[in-house]
């Protein structure tokens, strides 16, 4: 997705307040461009680029923020696609196993191979490498396309699970149609409840991912590339809090009407966003997830 330069919103604020932003006004700057971009975020639950469709593990019928899980995708060997769920330790790493309907029943594991050079996805049952990718030092499945020493099965896709935080839909199997069964939960202080799926197992949820990055001027672990979709709506919500705040004393009412400029901006960054269009969104990206037509049921 498209994004603009830290250098972009802050040009733009100091074009609105005839100065330069400098020495601890851009320290006062980075802090203000954050909270507008959260506040922005918090004002819609449909984001795209915030948008994460995975497969989920449910215990105890609760669901984790966090879970230690890699979701497979794109495999030719259809069946070794899905949710590997850490199982202890092998080869001095993490092991991670797909398990058969059953949830005991091992079928595909994902180790660290016993040379530590790289990482592989194997038949449980006769120890076959079907996928291999070679690793760095770090003891963590890589990410990414893997590679097939059989050209004619494609390679997956692994990705490790992200951090919910707030799930939109949750749903019972593999397949979303254009009227899927959708499933119920709430927070309490165990956790993400699930109230009328399955108690243990797997469930597929889409949720609102937070936001992992603090933007600034891409130093001190700051992003300096800001998304598009909060940045025009940043940029005249700092204005309006800068120039409130020199203004002190002064009652003049004249700063109302910008105020409106920076709803106006927000209404436009939400603009055309609805629950409606995400269902459609996750319904395309789980049926690239695995190819199915989800006009069958």
Same mark, same amino acid.
Not at 54 to 83: C, F, Q, W
Not at 205 to 210: D, F, L, M, N, R
Not at 242 to 264: C, F, G, H, I
């Given at each position: 997705m498209r994004t603009v330069s830290y250098r972009h919103v802050k040009s733009l604020v100091e074009a609105r307040l005839g100065q330069a932003i400098e020495g601890k006004d851009e320290t006062r700057f980075q802090a203000m461009l954050n909270d507008a971009i959260r506040a922005l975020y918090d004002r819609e639950d449909f984001w795209p680029? =915030?948008? /994460?469709?995975?497969? /989920?593990?449910?215990?105890?019928?609760?669901?984790?923020? !966090?879970?230690?899980?890699?979701?497979?995708?794109?495999?030719? !060997?259809?069946?070794? +696609?899905?949710?590997?769920? /850490? +199982?202890?330790?092998? +080869?001095?790493?993490?092991?991670? $196993?797909?398990? *058969?309907? %059953?949830?005991t029943t091992a079928l595909y594991e994902?180790?660290?191979?016993t040379a530590g050079t790289s990482w592989g996805i194997i038949n449980a049952s006769d120890g076959t490498i079907l996928y291999s990718i070679p690793t760095t030092p770090e !003891? !963590?499945?890589?990410?990414?396309?893997?590679?097939?020493?059989? #050209?004619?099965?494609?390679?997956?896709?692994?990705?490790?699970?992200?951090?919910?935080?707030?799930?939109? =839909?949750?749903? %019972?199997?593999?397949?979303?149609?254009?009227?899927?069964?959708?499933?119920? +939960?709430? /927070? %309490?202080?165990?956790g993400i409840r699930s109230t009328n799926g399955p108690q243990n197992g797997i469930v597929w949820?889409?949720?609102?991912?937070?936001i992992a990055d603090t933007y600034g001027d891409g130093t001190a672990e700051t992003v300096a590339e800001i998304p598009e979709?909060?940045?025009?709506?940043?940029?005249?919500?700092?204005?309006? *809090?800068? #120039? *409130?705040?020199?203004?002190?004393?002064?009652?003049?009412?004249?700063?109302?009407?910008?105020?409106?400029? $920076?709803?106006? #901006?927000? $209404? *436009?960054?939400?603009?055309g966003i609805s629950r409606e269009g995400a269902m459609e969104t996750i319904k395309n990206i789980h049926r690239t997830y695995y190819k199915y037509d989800t006009t069958a049921r």
């Open positions: 680029r =915030f948008l /994460r469709v995975e497969p /989920r593990t449910v215990s105890r019928g609760y669901i984790a923020d !966090t879970e230690d899980s890699y979701h497979v995708y794109g495999a030719g !060997t259809g069946k070794a +696609n899905g949710l590997y769920v /850490r +199982n202890g330790v092998r +080869n001095g790493a993490p092991l991670y $196993v797909l398990y *058969d309907s %059953d949830g994902m180790e660290l191979l !003891t !963590t499945p890589p990410e990414g396309a893997w590679i097939s020493p059989d #050209a004619e099965n494609i390679a997956p896709i692994v990705q490790k699970l992200g951090e919910i935080g707030r799930i939109l =839909f949750q749903w %019972d199997g593999r397949k979303w149609g254009g009227s899927p069964e959708l499933l119920n +939960n709430y /927070r %309490d202080s165990n949820v889409a949720y609102k991912a937070p979709e909060f940045s025009r709506y940043a940029a005249l919500q700092i204005r309006y *809090d800068m #120039a *409130d705040a020199q203004r002190q004393s002064n009652a003049s009412q004249s700063y109302l009407p910008a105020y409106k400029q $920076v709803e106006d #901006a927000a $209404v *436009d960054a939400m603009l």
